[in-house]
């Protein structure tokens, strides 16, 4: 499926209870750009991620995939853009726990999303190292493991726009490295690619890194290394620090 446009514009988003929330978020992601966000614990990556995908309702701005303003969206039409538009990668991963990991890999198509080929959903789980997992289920697998059906599921409906919140927060060096290529190659076809990551090393494979603080955009940087973006998470966890 083709990437499309993801743009937040002046995007605010605040939890009742008193919570931080983010203020005033503005993103450009075109198709085919993989961009991470970085910054301290509690900076408001995963309430960015998940004001980006339709997760969390904005208080103020807009919300854009394509055509589709999410933030103006009834909760029916907000469930069918993230089925057939969104793979989404979470902490937690969501898996299913009664499925195998081929029926978790094909969950989107078996809840009436667009149609995932048993050769594809395989192949995904080729892609992140899960050759031969096809009928195992999920309580018989590692941390590791489950984070990487999580992956092949958000990645197999090659849907037009990934969000990842932290990824390879469970995986080994070879684990990560098998997730961040197939992020490149979703990228590459086209998808646009969103990723929360506290990793430098993980940051410096996207194409630019947004650093939040205090819920804000603090600085946005492309083409660095894993220790210039090391330098710069420091910084803004020190000018976080400062407030
Ligand atoms: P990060 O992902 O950068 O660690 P979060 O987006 O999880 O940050 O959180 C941003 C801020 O919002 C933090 O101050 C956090 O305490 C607060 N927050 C997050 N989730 C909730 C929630 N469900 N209820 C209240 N406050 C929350």
């Given at each position: 499926m083709a990437g499309e446009f993801l743009s937040l514009e002046g995007v605010s988003y605040h939890y009742g209870s008193g919570g931080a929330g983010i203020t005033d978020v503005s993103l450009q992601c075109p198709p085919g750009s993989w961009t991470a966000i970085m910054g301290p614990s509690g900076a408001g990556?995963?309430?960015?991620?998940?004001?980006?995908?339709?997760?969390?309702?904005?208080?103020?701005?807009?919300?854009?995939?394509?055509?589709?303003?999410?933030?103006?969206?009834?909760?029916?039409?907000?469930?069918?853009?993230?089925?057939?538009?969104?793979?989404?990668?979470?902490?937690?991963?969501?898996?299913?726990?009664?499925?195998?990991?081929?029926?978790?890999?094909?969950?989107?198509?078996?809840?009436?999303?667009?149609?995932?080929?048993?050769?594809?959903?395989?192949?995904?789980?080729?892609?992140?190292?899960?050759?031969?997992?096809?009928?195992?289920?999920?309580?018989?697998?590692?941390?590791?493991?489950?984070?990487?059906?999580?992956?092949a599921r958000a990645l197999a409906s090659r849907p037009s726009v990934v969000f990842a919140d932290e990824p390879t927060g469970a995986l080994d060096t070879a684990g990560s490295q098998l997730v961040l290529d197939a992020f490149g190659q979703v990228a590459a076809r086209g998808s646009t690619v969103l990723m929360v990551t506290h990793d430098p090393d993980v940051a410096a494979r996207a194409g630019s890194t947004v650093f939040l603080v205090d819920g804000r955009i603090h600085s946005v940087w492309s083409g660095c290394t894993a220790e210039q973006l090391a330098m710069h998470l420091a910084e803004t966890t020190l000018s976080g620090a400062d407030r």
């Open positions: 990556k995963s309430t960015l991620l998940n004001c980006a995908s339709g997760l969390l309702p904005v208080d103020q701005g807009l919300v854009h995939i394509g055509q589709h303003d999410l933030a103006r969206m009834g909760e029916a039409d907000l469930t069918r853009v993230r089925r057939d538009l969104i793979g989404f990668v979470f902490q937690d991963y969501n898996l299913v726990e009664a499925f195998t990991c081929l029926q978790n890999v094909m969950l989107s198509f078996l809840f009436g999303g667009p149609r995932i080929e048993v050769d594809d959903a395989v192949r995904a789980l080729q892609a992140v190292g899960l050759d031969g997992f096809a009928d195992v289920y999920p309580s018989d697998m590692s941390g590791g493991q489950r984070q990487r059906v999580a992956v």
